[in-house]
DNA sequence: ACCCAGGGTCATA
DNA sequence: TATGACCATGGG
């Protein structure tokens, strides 16, 4: 029962081809949480940029951020674009996240409780709130991504278009059976992400790659 | 010059 | 419910 999951074995082939990817990157799971909103639709390179800024700024604490001015938060966040969307998101968050007594307090929810209390703080989406609950406060929760949405129509098991929690029960459900869900999740995305980074960026995908053989576009086509 | 990047909100039909 | 406009910088 731990195999003939071809979920699994998608996750053992990309495992043993790229390792260990050792997310989310960052020191504490605030500063995970702050890194999940800034790279809504920015490349990780450009949110490493904004990160350095607020922590040059002494910046990267909840108070810290509430108490600055727009503007200057904002011009701390100028390398991500969307920079006065953002401040906005960054100032929401922590407003919730002081008011709900920060990581410990919340850590003491259950999942689901916790997962509706992110979703309800404006600019806090589906994926970002599963990063954040997967990441930083280590949750058995899957992330979908529009990688992960490209993978896998890629290889014939997802139409593509399907609504996020359908595909995140899906994904969840077809990994039930496996022990240590919250570290496996946590590979899995970021093989997703690593994989769709160094050797899919070209369409059509998986042509050198290590799930060519996987792949429903290379076994149809000829 | 163009396209995409580890999305989400809001207005409209 | 389902599209479309909008946010905006940086790297390929």
Same mark, same amino acid.
């Given at each position: 029962?731990?195999?003939?999951?071809? !979920?699994?074995?998608?996750?053992?082939?990309? !495992?043993?081809? +790229?390792?260990?990817? %050792?997310?989310?990157?960052?020191?504490?799971?605030?500063?995970?949480?702050?890194?999940?909103?800034?790279?809504?639709?920015?490349?990780?390179?450009?949110?490493?940029?904004a990160?350095?800024?607020?922590?040059?700024?002494?910046?990267?604490?909840?108070?810290?951020?509430?108490?600055?001015?727009?503007?200057?938060?904002?011009s701390?966040?100028?390398?991500?674009?969307?920079?006065?969307?953002?401040?906005?998101?960054?100032?929401?968050?922590?407003n919730?996240?002081?008011k709900?007594?920060?990581?410990?307090?919340?850590?003491?929810? =259950?999942?689901?409780?916790?997962?509706?209390?992110?979703?309800?703080?404006?600019?806090?989406?589906?994926?970002?709130?599963? =990063?954040? *609950?997967?990441?930083?406060?280590?949750?058995?929760?899957?992330?979908?991504?529009? +990688?992960?949405?490209? *993978?896998?129509?890629?290889?014939?098991?997802i139409?593509?278009?399907?609504? !996020?929690?359908?595909?995140?029960?899906?994904?969840e459900?077809k990994?039930?059976?496996?022990?240590?869900?919250?570290?496996?999740?946590?590979?899995? %995305?970021?093989?997703?992400?690593?994989?769709?980074? !160094?050797?899919?960026?070209?369409?059509?995908?998986?042509?050198?790659?290590? *799930?060519?053989? +996987?792949?429903?576009?290379?076994?149809?086509?000829?």
């Open positions: 029962m731990g195999r003939s999951n071809t !979920y699994r074995l998608i996750f053992d082939v990309l !495992y043993s081809s +790229y390792g260990p990817q %050792h997310w989310w990157p960052g020191e504490t799971p605030f500063e995970i949480m702050l890194g999940a909103v800034l790279t809504q639709n920015t490349s990780w390179t450009n949110v490493e940029k990160i350095i800024a607020l922590k040059v700024n002494r910046a990267l604490d909840p108070q810290i951020i509430v108490n600055t001015k727009h503007e200057t938060l904002a701390w966040l100028t390398p991500v674009g969307y920079f006065n969307v953002k401040a906005t998101r960054l100032q929401s968050f922590c919730w996240y002081l709900s007594g920060e990581f410990e307090a919340l850590n003491t929810c =259950d999942t689901t409780e916790l997962r509706k209390a992110l979703l309800s703080v404006k600019g806090i989406g589906p994926e970002t709130a599963d =990063d954040i *609950l997967l990441y930083a406060f280590t949750r058995p929760i899957f992330v979908i991504d529009a +990688y992960t949405r490209r *993978l896998f129509s890629r290889l014939g098991y139409n593509g278009d399907e609504a !996020y929690e359908t595909l995140r029960t899906n994904f459900k990994l039930c059976r496996q022990s240590e869900k919250t570290q496996l999740f946590n590979e899995y %995305h970021g093989l997703i992400v690593h994989h769709a980074k !160094y050797f899919c960026k070209t369409k059509p995908v998986c042509k050198e790659c290590c *799930l060519k053989k +996987y792949c429903d576009f290379y076994q149809k086509g000829s």
